[in-house]
């Protein structure tokens, strides 16, 4: 069992958990993830550590309930316990290398994005960050990002705080500035990463993309993870998750991304339904 | 007087109609009169032969003997002394390619019903024993083993019969490997399984699951740092195959491994179940091995039509006789001769049919076999809404990638000593799977014992000097 020694809300969808798990804390990279199950009927379900702490032993999550796995996880209170949590899964972003980089992160994302961004600017990189909203209250890690990026751009769809638009914007604007950056990390929806990477081609930026696929056990064994990178089959758990962002057939994430989404849909309905009646 | 009938005792079964719509066991067990009487069959003779096609050595004829007497806690006791999972290989071992092939009384007639001999007095055991494993007095060194699939439990068990202390690390959240997530509940109940790992706890080793190594901890750092004298690799199989044809891709095609993941280990077939999982109308499985017939069963289960596609011919399936025999009595169609070339897909991307082309096979090339060869012009489709690909698995990279010195074949596989299962490191054996590729449980159960006893003498040579 792993207790979970802190519980906060970041928005009204989003919460982060710092989880005592002093064996992952001991190895974990920015850009790795690690595997949950919630109680012992529960589905394995991949989520990316967004950090860690290795003097304490805790590992820090950041998740949106999206399905009935991530609201049975939301329930659980400080002091209570997760069932299984392994790790650290995949392989870690590549940061070495680089000096100056764009960290490109999209709604939940960007919990996986300030890792990575912390990494860089420790190591000396200079880091921009621009980090993109539906709208202002669903806005996550401000403070965390401004303390390790020397440029922040907050973006918002409905312009409802920081700048009015998407982040491919912001990236643009920055590019045709003349800021010249050795590789763009972005991190966040499918359809984001894929105009993210689409915009860098166009300028011939190196672009990582963190992918976030359908996955079971996480080391390789299942290959529900696998998706399509510079035509060839590639699975994200031991492959990954990280890949070249020109390379990825994002059309073909997309599409494979939605293939529990009914099910999902009706599971998440059943699971709310039970947390109500327990409630009453 | 020996029982002199040419034919076994039958092996009471569940009828294929019914079995087929639920997840429970197949085949029933044998009575204890049944058992009594096969057991009678058995000529005892002075030359054993059974004994050398088993790859864990048991004591076939003695064990026989004492189920004759209907001493069966003798008998699991004899069986028990070679074997940590009778109950499972009773169930799952290819016999008719092992003990049973050896048989005497195979030569006119059918061989004794070895497996389900052992199957009974195991089964006998859960449900009436008294037989207790005492734990034994501890030799004061520890062992770490790597998987707690079939190698890792057997060495486990042999090791911690010896005294020593034995720690197996377990990557999933449930112990039993290949076991507990990829043979289903009909072939093999998963209390089975759990009832012959508690019996190892129970003689001392220790479980740590949601532990990955090669992740979680090294193998250097388990030799280093948690001081573990030697180190048993277990690590199974890994990575499935596909046949990078166009399509694979799609939604509704799986590997057999995620297909069964999520049947057994993540209990899709139960009705309270949140794991989700396409219940296709018609499957199709590519490929012809246990796995192959494994995932059709549980498709059927789930309610569907259900074709194995296969590019030999019947002769040449490698999947075990009974398991072909029982698929194909609950209603599972061969496509035998065919091979994929595509799968089709709808504009939501989803599967909606296969595209094969028929094979012929080769004259027997230098080295007897035949090769299948496609038909030209031969190609057709085949509707379906789920494809499942079992066509093998290659080594997982974790271990070899995080392993300095750890010597690999160039398909991956760990080499090994084949008389100890020692690796190119210090230490550290390895076996089953992640040794010699997707094979049996047998097979990798007495690699498991194989290493155990290289370790002891290893360990016992290294006091002594």
């Known amino acids: ?280 | 007087m020996a029982n002199m009938s040419l034919t076994k005792n039958e092996m009471p079964a569940q009828e294929p109609q019914v079995r087929n719509q639920n997840f429970l066991e197949v085949a029933l067990g044998y009575s204890k009169e049944q058992a009594i009487d096969e057991a009678n069959r058995c000529l005892n003779c002075k030359h054993k032969p059974c004994i050398s096609g088993c790859p864990v050595r048991i004591d076939i004829p003695a064990f026989i003997q004492e189920t004759a007497r209907g001493n069966f806690d003798t008998a699991y006791e004899i069986i028990s002394r070679s074997s940590s999972l009778p109950a499972v290989c009773g169930r799952v071992c290819p016999q008719e390619s092992q003990c049973e092939q050896k048989c005497v009384r195979g030569i006119k007639g059918e061989p004794v019903a070895i497996g389900r001999l052992e199957r009974f007095v195991a089964d006998y055991q859960n449900t009436y024993g008294n037989t207790k494993l005492t734990k034994p007095a501890s030799n004061g060194h520890k062992i770490a083993v790597i998987g707690s699939g079939p190698s890792g439990l057997a060495c486990a068990g042999d090791l911690a019969k010896k005294g020593y202390s034995v720690t197996i690390f377990e990557a999933l959240h449930l112990a039993g490997g290949v076991l507990v997530y990829g043979i289903p509940e009909f072939r093999l109940p998963k209390a089975i399984v759990q009832k012959e790992i508690n019996a190892l706890k129970e003689l001392g080793v220790e479980i740590a699951t949601n532990v990955i190594i090669g992740k979680t901890l090294s193998i250097e750092e388990l030799q280093n740092e948690y001081g573990f004298e030697a180190v048993f690799v277990g690590s199974g199989a890994g990575l499935p195959n596909f046949m990078n044809i166009p399509g694979e891709n799609l939604k509704g095609v799986y590997s057999a491994n995620e297909f069964l993941t999520r049947v057994n280990l993540m209990k899709a077939y139960t009705p309270d179940s949140t794991t989700p999982i396409q219940k296709g109308k018609k499957v199709m499985v590519v490929g012809g091995g246990n796995v192959a017939m494994d995932a059709a069963r549980c498709a059927k289960r789930l309610g569907a039509e259900v074709t194995i596609v296969y590019r030999r011919t019947e002769n040449e399936l490698p999947a075990r006789h009974e398991e072909v025999e029982h698929a194909k009595e609950e209603g599972i169609q061969f496509k035998l001769l065919t091979s994929p070339i595509e799968i089709k897909g709808d504009s939501n991307g989803w599967v909606t049919g296969l595209c094969c082309q028929e094979m012929t096979l080769s004259q027997p090339d230098d080295s007897g076999r035949r090769k299948p060869v496609p038909l030209e012009n031969s190609a057709f489709e085949m509707e379906a809404d789920c494809v499942i690909m079992s066509i093998g698995t290659s080594p997982n990279p974790l271990i070899k990638d995080t392993t300095k010195g750890l010597s690999i074949r160039n398909w991956g596989g760990i080499i090994v000593d084949e008389a100890t299962g020692l690796t190119s490191l210090t230490g550290v054996y390895a076996g089953g799977d992640a040794v010699t590729g997707a094979a049996t449980v047998i097979l990798a159960m007495g690699a498991g014992k194989t290493a155990a006893e290289a370790i002891d003498s290893y360990l016992k040579g290294e006091g002594a000097s």
């Open chain 1, 1 to 280: 069992m792993y207790r979970i020694v802190k519980k906060e809300s970041l928005n009204p969808t989003v919460t982060l958990m710092e989880v005592e798990a002093p064996l992952i804390a001991k190895k974990a990279e920015p850009g790795q993830f690690i595997i949950l199950r919630v109680d012992s009927n529960g589905e394995r379900i991949p989520l990316t550590i967004a950090d860690f702490n290795r003097a304490t032993g805790t590992v820090t999550i950041i998740y949106q309930i999206v399905g009935a796995t991530t609201q049975a996880l939301d329930h659980l209170k400080e002091g209570e316990n997760i069932q299984d949590f392994a790790g650290p899964l995949g392989r870690p972003t590549e940061t070495e290398d680089f000096k100056k980089v764009a960290v490109v992160g999209g709604g939940v994302g960007c919990a996986i994005a300030y890792p990575v961004a912390k990494k860089l600017y420790e190591q000396g990189c200079e880091v921009h960050s621009i980090t993109g909203f539906r709208n202002k209250e669903l806005v996550i890690l401000e403070e965390e990002f401004k303390k390790v990026s020397n440029k922040l751009v907050l973006m918002t769809d409905d312009g409802s705080y920081g700048t009015k638009g998407l982040v491919t914007d912001a990236l643009k604007t920055l590019i045709e500035s003349g800021e010249k950056y050795d590789a763009v990390i972005t991190i966040g929806p499918l359809i984001m990463m894929k105009f993210v990477c689409a915009l860098t081609k166009e300028y011939q930026i190196k672009t990582l993309a963190s992918m976030n696929p359908i996955m079971i056990d996480g080391t390789g064994m299942c290959g529900g993870c696998r998706l399509s990178v510079g035509g060839k089959t590639k699975f994200a758990c031991v492959d990954g998750p990280d890949f070249d962002g020109h390379e990825i057939d994002f059309d073909e994430a997309l599409t494979r991304s939605s293939i529990y989404k009914p099910f999902e849909r009706r599971a998440h309905e059943e699971v709310c339904h039970l947390y109500e009646m327990e409630v009453k």
